[in-house]
């Protein structure tokens, strides 16, 4: 709103990951704006079987974020200051890979697309991560991602799925082969690049 707005008529093509902002662009008479989701590269790709961690999160510690992971009650493992393959082997290593999506930045704290919605399902853990519109686009929820809607839920989900493992297995190992199947950077990039031909 207060960016890409401004600049996108500078360019011949423009990109968002939030399917919401297409119709935005379009408002504002910018037509050539494609979806061009967050993607991981798939030599990224891992799993191990060897779990050493309840519960991995990486991402920026603001106050609410805090708050939110002290209320889970479990242990945390907090990967920051890593490099990117380093934080995808600590994925690998996490039961659970936890996502928060609300957007700090804005002030209305609405929730947005983030990269740990692929980075996650890439490492072969099982992802807890707060509903976000349009995420049904891309995983269903509770056969290949686990999703929640307030902290009371999260609390009961990751109290669930590390108690049971069976479970927690086949949804990971399912939210890794969608990631495998739909996300990769080849196969995300290849479908931008149909798409621009297009236009």
Not at 49 to 64: H, I, M, R, S, V
């Amino acid at each position: 709103d207060n960016f890409s707005k401004y600049i996108c008529s500078y360019f011949n093509i423009c990109s968002t990951p939030e399917l919401s902002y297409i119709n935005k662009y379009k408002n504002i008479g910018y037509n050539n704006i494609l979806i061009g989701q967050w993607h991981v590269n798939e030599s990224y790709i891992t799993n191990s079987d060897t779990k050493q961690f309840e519960l991995g999160f990486c991402g920026g510690l603001t106050n609410e974020r805090i708050k939110i992971l002290n209320s889970i009650k479990v242990n945390i493992s907090i990967f920051s200051g890593c490099c990117y393959e380093t934080m995808f082997e600590l994925y690998s290593l996490s039961k659970i890979g936890f996502n928060m999506t609300v957007n700090e930045n804005d002030p209305e704290k609405k929730t947005q697309m983030k990269q740990r919605l692929f980075e996650i399902p890439c490492a072969g853990s099982l992802m807890i991560t707060e509903n976000v519109e349009n995420l049904d686009q891309y995983f269903i929820p509770d056969e290949e991602i686990v999703v929640y809607n307030n902290v009371q839920e999260a609390q009961d989900k990751v109290k669930f799925y590390l108690t049971n493992e069976k479970s927690r297995e086949i949804i990971a190992k399912k939210g890794q082969q969608r990631f495998i199947n739909d996300h990769t950077s080849k196969n995300r990039l290849s479908k931008l690049i149909e798409q621009i031909n297009k236009i």
